[in-house]
C-alpha cells in the first residue's frame, strides 16, 4: 500500500483515537496547496510494543461492557424464542417458494444475531480488564445480562437443531458452540469484576474520567485496584466463615489473597481486621493467624477523595512507541562566521592566487595549502567569503609559456633516450615556446621567476643538442648570435617586464569577518523539521491508527552546547530527549499510539511516520532548503551527487565510493573552476540542475557540489530514445496501429523518452556517507487527466498495476516481500543487489496482425483455446476482456467476446464485428475526429488522436 498524504484530508471513520489530534491533522493537510510540492526529507525511527497507562476517556468499560452484554443476551434470546422448523411441500415450484420465503430468511436471521453476538462480545475481555468504576445499577444490568446469556445458549443451541436443512443446521451449531466459551468466560468474569469495582469507586468517592487530578499520596494503577477489590471480595467471603480461623489451608489462601491486593479503602482494611475477630486461631494455627493479621494491618490505605482531589481512572493498555531522530540531511553543523586564523587564511590564498598570475600550477599549490589548514570543505567557504569583490584575472599567457616550456624539455629528454635524428622536433618545439613567450607581456614577479628558472633549466640542454646536432651534420654556425634558438629564448625572458602587486582587495560588506574566537561555538541542531509528526499504521491494506505528536520546537539540538559545560556523568537537560522517552514525547520527537492486544501479538504491516509543517510560503522554505544544503556542502561531511553505480557499502571485496578525506587536487576544479551548472551547455539538462530546479532552489546551489556537471540523466533519456523504435514505438505502430495514431504514438514517445527513466529522473544525493535518493511521486489515485489521450493512458495503467502488484510481490526482492526463510537475510540480500543490470533474458514474438494495422478480425483467434479448455489468460482474446473498459475510453466500444461452437476460432461482440454501427458516434465525442472508410473490405478504426488534432 502506498499512503496517499492527502487522505488524511477527509472522513477517517475507523480512527476513534484521539479525536481531536486527528482533526488537527485533517486541517493542516486540507491547508495544504496542491500546487506547492510536499518536501519529505527522511527520518529514522524507533519502534517498540510496550504496555503504559493511559487516562479514561468517554463512556466507560463497566457502561460499555453493560451494553454490549445486554445486546448479545438479547440476540441470543432472539434465537431462542424463534421457530425454524418448516415442513416441505409438495411440488417444485411450492419447494423454490418455501425456500425462498421462508428458509432463507431464516437462515438470514439466524446469522445476523450470531454476528451481533460475536460483535458484542469481540471487546469484551479488554472491557473486563479495564473495569475500574460503576454505579450499583450497571453492575447489577451485568449480571443480570450474563444470566441472561448463559440461560439462552442451550435454548439457543435446541432452537437452531429445528431447521430442516442439515447444511444450515450443522452450519449454525458449530457457530454457536465456538461462540458457547466466550459467553461463559465473560459472564462468569464480568459479574465479579463489575460489583468488585463499583464497591471499590462508592468507598473511594467522585471519579472524573480524564480528570488531571491523580492522587499524590500513592501511585497504584487502576487495573490493579481492581483486582484488589476483586481479591478483598473473596477475603470478605473466607473471613465470613468461622472455620476460616481454625483451617490452616483457609488461612493460606487468605495470606495470598493479601498478596494479590495493592491498596484498600481504609474502612475496608478495618472490616478486615474485624470479621478476623470474629473467628479466634486455635493453638495450631496462631502463627498462621498473626501472619495474616500483619498482612491485613500492613496493606496501603486509601482514603475517601473530594472534589478539590478527583480520583482520575486510569488503564494499562498496549502501546506502540515510536521514536524519531532527524537524519543526517536534517542536521546543521555549518557556522558561517570566521575566526581572524580563517580570515588570514583566505586572504593569504587569494594573494597567491594573484601573485601566480595564470600559472594554475602556483594556484593549486596555493589551494593545497588552504585545504591542509581548513580542510577541502571549510576551504571552500572560506575562501567564498574572503574572495576579493573584482579578484584580478588570471593570465592565461603565462599558464601556456610553462607549457610550452615543458613540451621542449620533454623533446629533449626524447632526443637523448632515443637515437635518431630529433632536432626537427626539438626546433619544433622551440619555435612554439618563443612565440609563447612573446605574448607574455609582462607579469607578476613570481610568476617570472618560474619563468626565468624553467629557461635557466633548458637552456644549457638545448644549446648542448643543437651543438650536437650541428656537429653530426657539418654545418658551420651563421655567426649571427641573435638568430640562434637557446639566444632568442634567453633574450624574451630578460626582455620580460614585472607587475608590482598591490594588497589584494577585501570583500566591501563580507557577511561576518572574524566574528568568531573560537573554532566551535554552537550546538548541532536540526533544521527543517516539521511542526509536528504523524503516526500512521496500516493493518490489511488499511489505515488502522493515526497518532499525533506534540509541537517539534524549530531549534532542536542534537549535541553538546560548546557554551555550557554539563556537570560531570550528567547528560545536558536540552539533550535528554535523546535518551529519556517522556522526554523525547513532550518534544514531539516521540509518538505513542494505543492498540489493541491483538496488534501487540501480531504487528503492523507498515508504519509511516509524516511531517506536517506550518510554512505556507514556498518561497521560504526553498531558502531554508538551499541554506541547509550549503551548510552540508561547506560543513565537515560535505554534498555531492552520486553517479549510477557507485557502491554505497563497504565490503570485503571493495569500498563505498565515499571517502572521508577529499583530495585537494580533485577539489580544486569543483570549488574553483567554473560553475559546474552554470556553464554548462545545457543548465537544466545536467544532473545538477534538474536536482536544483526539482528542489526550487538557485542552481547557484549546486554549482560547486561534486558531480553536479553530470550528464547521468540526460544519457539515460538519450538511451530511451535511442530503444524506442526497437521496443514500444514497434509495439505501438505494427501492432496497434489501428488503436494508437500518429499523435498518440508521438505524445507516449514524448512521455516514455522523458519520464519514465529506469534509474530515476533525479541524481542521488549524499550528505557525508549517507545517499538520499531523490524520488519524485505524486497521487497516482488522484490524477486528473487533462484531455483523452491521458485519459486512455491513465485506465491502461490502472488496469495494469494489479498485474504488476502480483509480479513484485513473487518475483521481485524487496524488504517487504513475505518469505518464508530468515527476513534478516532476506533484507541483506536486497541490499547487496547490483546497481545496474548485470544479465538480460529475450524471447521472440510472432507479429499476428497485418503490418501496421494491428490485430484484425481474422487473427483475434490467435491464443484462444478451444471450447472447455483452460482459458490462457495472455490471448488475444484474454487480453481484450482485461482492457474492455480502457478501449471503451478509447472510443472502440465494448462487450463481451465470443467462442464459435467446436472451433478454435472467435468472434467479437457486435460492437467490434460491424464498427461502422458504433464508431462514428464514439469516435466523434470520445476523440473528437471522425470516421474515415477503409479501402480494406473490412473496415478499420481510427487511431486516437489529440483534441484539436489533425485526424
Known sequence: MTLDVSALDGPLTDITEHPDLVRAVQDAASHRDSGHPFLLLPVRIETRFGRGE???????????????????????????????????????????????DVEDPLVAAAEADLATVADALAGAPGLIRDIAEGSPAEAAEIEAAASRAVAALPRAAAALAGLRSTYHRDRMLVQLSELEPLVLATAGDAPPRAGAATSLFAALGTVLPGGAGARADLEVP?????????????????????QTGTSLERLSRARQLCAEIAALPEPWKAELLSRLDVAP????????????????????ALERSGPDQPFTVRHVVDQLKVRIFPDDIAVRTHEEELTQAEVDAGTAYWTARAAAGGDETAARSAWRALCAKLGSNRAAWVARQTRPPDPPPPDSAVTGALDALRTLGRRLDEAGRRPGDRTEAVLKATDAAISALREVHAAPEPALGRLRAAVEGILPRLREHLAAADRESGREPDGEPDREPDERLDRLVAALKAIELADPPTPDQPPVMASRTVPWTRPPQAGLLPERFVVVTVSDGAISHVAVGKPVPTDL????????????????????WMVDYPTAEQLGMAVTVTITSEEAATGFERVYVLGLGAEDDPNQTATTLADLLDGHHFGPNGLALVPVGTPTNATQAAGSGYRSRTDSDATYPVEQGPGLVSTATDPTGCDGGRLASALGVPAGVLDHVAGAGGSGVSDAVTANAALWPATMGYALEELLGVLVGPAGRDWLRELAVHHTIGRGSLPTLRVGPQPYGVLPTTAFSRWETADDLEGVLHATLTTMWPDWTAVREVLVPHTHRRIAGDPQQHVLEVLGLDATATSFEQRFTINAGRRGGGLGRATLHIGLPPLGAPPNPASAFALLSRFADVLERAGHGSGPLQVTAGTDKGAIATDWADPTTIWPARAATRCGCSPRPSRSTRPRRRPISRPGSTP
Do not use: N
Open 222 to 242: 487502576q487495573h490493579r485496584l481492581t483486582e484488589s477489590a476483586v481479591a478483598h471480595q473473596e477475603l470478605v467471603e473466607l473471613l465470613a466463615d468461622p
Open 54 to 100: 493511559v487516562t479514561v476517556t468517554g463512556p466507560s468499560a463497566v457502561t460499555t461492557l453493560a451494553v454490549e452484554l445486554t445486546r448479545a443476551a438479547g440476540a441470543l434470546d432472539t434465537i431462542a424464542a424463534r421457530d425454524y422448523t418448516t415442513v416441505l411441500p409438495t411440488g417444485r415450484v411450492a419447494r423454490q417458494a418455501m425456500k425462498r
Open 557 to 576: 539540538p542534537l549535541g553538546l552546547d560548546p557554551t555550557e559545560a554539563p556537570e560531570a556523568g550528567e547528560l545536558p537537560a536540552a539533550l535528554r
Open 281 to 300: 486461631a486455635t493453638r495450631t494455627v496462631v502463627t498462621e493467624y498473626e501472619e495474616l493479621r500483619a498482612a491485613i494491618e500492613a496493606l496501603p
